[in-house]
Structure formats: C-alpha cells, structure tokens
C-alpha cells in the first residue's frame, strides 16, 4: 500500500510540475490551456480524494490507533486533506468560469494556482520525508495485512497513469509524455 501511495506521489508531482509551466506562462502573460489545468484538477478530484487520500487515511487512522503520536501530528495530515480538498474545488470553480468565457483577473488566476501547487507541494514533501517513514517504521507485517482486508477499493485503475487511460485524460497523458 505504501509502495502505491509513493508511486501516486511521484504522479501527482508531475502534475504540479506541469502547472508550474502554465504558472510561469501566465506570469509572462502568455495564452495557457485552461482545459488542461481542468483536466488536471478533474483528475486530482476523482483520483486522489476517491482512492488516495481514503488509503492514505486509513493507513494514517490505523497508525494512530496503535502508536502513541502527538496531538498536533496526529491531526495534521487530515486537516491538510480538507484544505487540499477545498483549495482544489476553489480552483476548480474558478477554472470552469474561465472556460465558461466569463471574466476572471489574471491575478486571481496565478494566485489560486499558485496557492493549490504550492499546499499540494508542501503536504506532499510532509508526508514523504515525515508521515510514510515513520509508519513504514512502525507497522509490521500483520498490520499491514490487516490494512489491505480493510481497504474497499481493493484493485482500481488509475485513470490517468494507468494502463487503461480514461477517455477525459488522454490529451493530459500525451501533454505527459511529453515531458
């Protein structure tokens, strides 16, 4: 399970990395793909608050279950899932106005782009260098075969970095490989 959130980070962050360019397209006031700024939030919305994050949580509430953790670390890292959560449906809104042709400053733009790139980023660099390595620590053998009997979604297919790319991502994908 560690293994594919790990695998789901490094997706994730070439996403932001991709973001990053139209960040810095529009700060040079050039014309960027808002479509595939949607794209990548429909993707971040439908993937990672259906099956990563709902993982990571489980894992995270079964380690605070059993280990003894601080207060503050113990309620972080689902403080930061509803922020993301509600960051991402901020900036999902605000891209489907420009799509819808109303008039959105550019300045509101880059800063809620911003802004979502720079908390993905963070949470991201917080659980990888703190959260993973102190439950992959922790947790043994059986605790993790306790975990995959509770995990509901058991086998699903990553839309976007899967095998089978959905219909909706396959313009992300090739804007993807190409680097």
Same mark, same amino acid.
């Not at 993937?47 to 059993?66: Q, R």
């Not at 008039?103 to 990888?128: G, T």
């Given at each position: 399970?560690?293994?594919?959130?790990?695998?789901?980070?490094?997706?994730?962050?070439?996403?932001? &990395?991709? #973001? &990053? @360019?139209?960040? @810095?397209? $529009?700060?040079?006031?050039?014309?960027?793909?808002?479509?595939?700024?949607?794209?990548?939030?429909?993707? $971040? &919305?439908?993937?990672? %608050?259906?099956?990563?994050?709902?993982?990571?949580?489980?894992?995270?509430?079964?380690?605070?279950?059993?280990?003894?953790?601080?207060?503050?670390?113990?309620?972080?890292?689902? @403080?930061?899932?509803? +922020?993301?959560?509600?960051?991402?449906?901020? +900036?999902?809104?605000?891209?489907?106005?420009?799509?819808? %042709?109303?008039?959105?400053?550019?300045?509101?733009?880059?800063?809620?782009?911003?802004? *979502?790139?720079? +908390?993905?980023?963070?949470?991201?660099?917080?659980?990888?260098?703190?959260?993973?390595?102190?439950?992959?620590?922790? $947790?043994?053998?059986?605790?993790?075969?306790?975990?995959?009997?509770?995990?509901?979604?058991?086998?699903?297919?990553?839309? #976007? *970095?899967? %095998?089978?790319?959905?219909?909706?991502? @396959?313009? +992300?994908?090739?804007?993807?490989?190409?680097?």
């Amino acid at each position: 399970m560690l293994e594919i959130i790990h695998n789901d980070h490094r997706n994730i962050n070439q996403l932001l &990395r991709i #973001l &990053r @360019k139209k960040i @810095k397209l $529009l700060e040079e006031d050039e014309k960027i793909d808002y479509r595939l700024i949607k794209a990548i939030i429909t993707y $971040l &919305r439908n993937y990672a %608050d259906k099956y990563h994050h709902p993982m990571e949580d489980l894992i995270y509430a079964y380690y605070l279950k059993y280990r003894v953790v601080p207060d503050a670390i113990a309620i972080r890292l689902s @403080k930061e899932h509803k +922020l993301i959560k509600e960051v991402t449906i901020e +900036l999902d809104e605000l891209v489907e106005m420009v799509l819808l %042709d109303a008039i959105v400053p550019k300045q509101l733009c880059l800063e809620k782009l911003s802004v *979502f790139v720079e +908390l993905q980023a963070a949470h991201l660099m917080y659980e990888e260098s703190q959260i993973l390595p102190a439950i992959r620590e922790s $947790l043994s053998a059986d605790d993790w075969a306790n975990l995959e009997q509770q995990w509901q979604h058991n086998h699903y297919e990553d839309p #976007l *970095f899967g %095998d089978n790319i959905g219909e909706e991502y @396959k313009a +992300l994908a090739e804007r993807i490989n190409q680097g």
